[in-house]
């Protein structure tokens, strides 16, 4: 018996490997369109990024100058772009076809300039988001930190500069994917509460999947968009090693009702810093507020935070966003793993065979482009060609080199003194100028040793002097991608 309590079907038009938000939108596309669709996944998600995210519905608000700084990066933002334009339809259809819980709980974004973040990032990150929104005719206005809606914080985290994103809104992820799952049944699809262990290929051609009970799939077409355990299926490929490797940008993000029961109107947010998605509160309703998130790189995904990371989480968001934060109740702590491919551009596209498609990689973007990915997908897999140009993230690749190296160095020293000034560091005036003398060359030379060729992005670069694993995954994956150029 399947999870709708119907009874199982060995034969698909299409098995979807992961019951986040990628896959689930995918499926729920497909099932509309009179497929015989079936969605894999636990229900309650391990390891999934969905799950735990702060589910902001923009793109902007992500800009920075590293992301600009390529074509790739730039085309990446063009994504984002039409994934906005393609929300207020999506979720206008996926509540009139569904019940259940409302899942807009934010009107617009408020990005704060404050006064603990760096010129090299914050004040640079804050200036890009206003040039690209220009740039696109986007609408937004300056607001006086004065008159910021529900912002109380302390006096030398303070806001400094702000505007607002009137079009860039967010959703209860946990709403959403509730309602996806229903949109899916109720089209016709199949949920499989089962985990998929091998991609079943004969003559080129992806034929099926095996569940962890060892039952076959049959199906048409196989979509890998399990998030970073789609690299457990790769591994079972013989092109998994020409695919760039997944590793975690596993997070840690609360849920905490406020002492006063008030919670903001809009996100309220800072520029990205310090290697994460910069600071956020989302309004939850309820008198719930959503804090988040941090981001470290792992070889691993992981299930449960680290003390550090949950303590340095609060602290900011008391610091720098309201105060009456520390005297409120955390309800939740969430850990979610964004699929993160060691050149950090998205995998998307064919998977190397006939039949095989590849969703993930998308790091911090996956729920934001899920309306885009799903439409885009399924009319491939229809045979009705590309509409969206996706070529440059095609999966079978070799990495994205999309800074030289020693561009790379330069950002992960600016993060990584960041941290520091987020930490709130007290050192004398003069030691940040010795400090980045001595860290570069270090990182330089970090990164000739680790390959003399291929420089992973910053974070990875960052997180590999810590993390044996992750230099021995690293090492292994440019190893075969000299073999196989």
Known sequence: MNANGNADRTGFDAVVVGNGAVGLSLAWVLARRGQRVAVLGRPHRPWAGSAAAGAMLGCFGEVTTSLLASEHGRAKLELGIEATRRWPRWL???????????????????????????????????QAIRAELTRHDEPFEDVEPSDLDWVDAEPISRPLKAFHIPGEHAVSAAALLERLEAAVVRAGGTLVAEEATRVVHRAGRATGVVLATGRELGADHVVLAAGVRTQDLLDTLPVGPRIPRL???????????????????????????????????????????????????????????????????????????????????????????????????????????????????????????????????????????????????????????????????????????????????????????????????????????????????????????????????????????????
């Open 92 to 126: 206008e259809e996926l509540e009139d076809r569904t019940e259940g819980a409302a899942v807009r709980t934010a009107e617009g974004t408020t990005v704060i300039l404050n006064a603990i973040g760096t010129a090299e990032i914050d004040d640079a990150n804050y």
């Open 247 to 485: 590793v975690s940008g596993y997070g840690v993000s609360s849920l905490v009702r406020t002492v006063d029961g008030t919670t903001p109107g809009s996100v309220v947010r800072t520029p990205n810093r310090s290697f994460a998605c910069g600071l956020h509160v989302v309004p939850r309703g309820d008198g719930h507020v959503y804090l988040g998130a941090t981001n470290v790189i792992s070889a691993e995904p992981r299930d449960t935070a680290e003390m550090r990371d949950l303590v340095f989480l609060l602290q900011c968001a008391h610091r720098q966003v309201r105060r009456t934060l520390w005297n409120s109740d955390v309800t939740k702590v969430q850990v979610g793993n964004r699929p993160v491919s060691v050149d950090a551009f998205p995998l998307l596209g064919g998977g190397g065979m006939e039949g095989l498609w590849i969703m993930t990689g998308t790091y911090r973007d996956g729920l934001h482009l899920s309306p885009l990915l799903a439409e885009e997908f399924a009319a491939r897999i229809l045979g009705e060609g590309p509409r969206t140009d996706l070529e440059r993230f095609t999966p079978v690749r070799r990495p994205i080199q999309a800074w030289s190296r020693e561009q790379t160095v330069d950002v992960l020293v600016d993060h990584q003194m960041g941290i520091g000034y987020e930490q709130d560091w007290t050192i004398p005036v003069e030691w940040h100028g010795w400090i980045e003398t001595d860290l570069r060359p270090a990182t330089l030379a970090w990164a000739e040793q680790l390959d003399p060729e291929f420089t992973p992005p910053p974070e990875l670069l960052f997180a590999s002097r810590f993390d044996p694993e992750l230099v021995s995954l690293l090492r292994k994956y440019y190893a075969t991608c000299r073999e196989h150029p």
